[in-house]
């Protein structure tokens, strides 16, 4: 008689992520609940917006120019579609990555997003416990409220890396990395896209810009060589006797208030120092340099020993020059469709990029993911992992810390799902035949 085989084994709570985070809505559906954070992206954004005042929402959900770039995101992954397999049975997925040396529990980590302030006065660390919480490492934006060595501690069980915009200021690039390798940040993220502010009518219309209002200002307003270039402007301005050129009006004075607000120390401190103004006109003249070439990024290998990450690649060959420079991982990315209108959708140079650059290279994917399908999609194209940004930041408009986590769990469970559904087995492997290229798209 031959030899009975055992049945497949049931999935642990661990290895259905998915199928857990159905059951527990679905639990609460019986006694009547209604999950707080929509489950769809759709939802999700009707109610963030709603949620958010016009200024933030201009500028957490706004794109450049006619906004082209943010529907060539969408439109990309239309072109591409999941070709399920079935009777694989395989019961047990494993959602996790080996990425920098690091296993991490999912190819999922938090985008850096700029001046969340907006949103919530305390974003920065309402993220960084969101992303302690659910496991997934967030990287801290150069452009945020809160210094990254109040996020790191509010985060002391997580992993965090760390977003740098090169200054014009050499002295102040060689501080803000000092300060990330000695908050434990993991990685270095360099920011390639944004030499310059793009050309974004939601903000503009607005005459919005929040950096201008002390906003988003926090890891600079807390570094002390960004403190000296102030002390420097200020002492300078004193011994010219130059005056003041601002015209006295209430949005004047309004935004005087903000800045004042919004700077490290007392209030009525600041309300009679020249610091908060000069902090800001300071930041606006020197926090990214137009001029950024591959020879600065050269010299980034004898300045940190933290991995290097190089966030904005959308062409091959500059994908080539990064990795001729030695880094660590490369981010595609078009900056969520904020700085380039028109510009090649993130999805389409992923699959470019990694032909180019063939399998071994560490690749990161940015722009347009909204989904769990969409974060499978893209591994199946070529990368090894997922920066997740406005749909996070949406779900910390409608409820805080708890939408942030909500939006991650549900991200995760759809990523685990689908991967049950099709027969994939790992995400750091899943099969480029699942997907197939529509032929009418």
């Avoid at 069980?157 to 803000?176: A, C, F, I, P």
């Avoid at 607005?206 to 002390?231: C, H, N």
């Avoid at 309004?254 to 020249?274: A, D, V």
Wanted: aromatic share 6%; proline share 6%; hydrophobic share 40%.
């Amino acid at each position: 008689m031959p030899e009975q085989s055992s049945p497949p084994a049931e999935p642990t709570a661990t290895e259905g992520r998915g199928r857990a985070r159905q059951s527990a809505i679905y639990r609460d559906g019986v006694l009547g609940r209604r999950p707080s954070v929509p489950t769809d992206f759709a939802e999700l954004e009707r109610r963030a917006r709603r949620a958010s005042s016009a200024k933030a929402w201009a500028y957490v959900a706004g794109g450049a120019g006619e906004g082209q770039t943010m529907r060539n995101n969408r439109a990309a992954f239309d072109r591409w579609s999941i070709v399920p397999r079935m009777a694989h049975g395989e019961a047990v997925r494993d959602l996790s990555v080996d990425l920098l040396g690091t296993r991490l529990p999912t190819p999922l980590l938090l985008a850096p997003v700029g001046a969340g302030q907006l949103i919530d006065p305390d974003c920065d660390l309402h993220v960084a416990r969101a992303a302690e919480a659910t496991g997934v490492p967030y990287i801290f934006t150069n452009q945020g409220g809160t210094p990254m060595e109040q996020a790191a501690a509010a985060m002391p069980g997580g992993r965090h890396w760390m977003q740098l915009y090169w200054s014009t200021d050499e002295g102040l690039v060689d501080s803000l990395i000092g300060r990330a390798e000695a908050s434990g940040a993991q990685a270095l993220v360099v920011t390639l896209d944004t030499t310059l502010l793009g050309w974004r009518p939601q903000d503009l219309n607005l005459g919005s810009l929040p950096f201008a209002q002390g906003k988003g200002i926090g890891q600079y307003t807390s570094d002390p060589r960004f403190r000296e270039i102030v002390a420097e402007r200020i002492a300078a301005a004193k011994s010219s006797g130059a005056a003041s050129d601002v015209k006295i009006t209430l949005g004047a004075i309004r935004s005087l208030l903000t800045m004042t607000r919004e700077h490290p120390g007392s209030f009525w401190s600041n309300l009679r120092s020249p610091v908060p103004r000069a902090s800001v006109e300071t930041f606006l003249d020197i926090y990214s340099n137009p001029g950024l070439s591959w020879d600065h990024l050269e010299t980034l290998r004898g300045r940190t020993r933290l991995p290097i990450v190089l966030k904005g690649i959308l062409h091959p060959d500059d994908a080539r020059r990064a990795l001729e420079l030695g880094v660590d991982a490369i981010v595609v990315s078009n900056h969520g469709g904020r700085q380039v209108d028109r510009s090649i959708a993130s999805l389409d140079a992923l699959v470019s990029v990694r032909d180019a650059i063939g399998p071994e290279p560490t690749v990161l994917f940015d722009s347009g993911i909204r989904t769990g399908a969409d974060v499978f999609m893209a591994l199946a194209l070529g990368a090894d992992a997922c920066l997740l940004g406005r749909p996070y930041m949406y779900g910390l408009a409608v409820a805080g810390q708890q939408g942030v986590e909500d939006v991650i769990s549900n991200i995760i469970a759809e990523l685990d799902l689908t991967m049950a559904l099709t027969g994939a087995t790992h995400a750091g492997a899943i099969p480029g035949d699942l997907v197939v290229a529509n032929p009418s798209r």
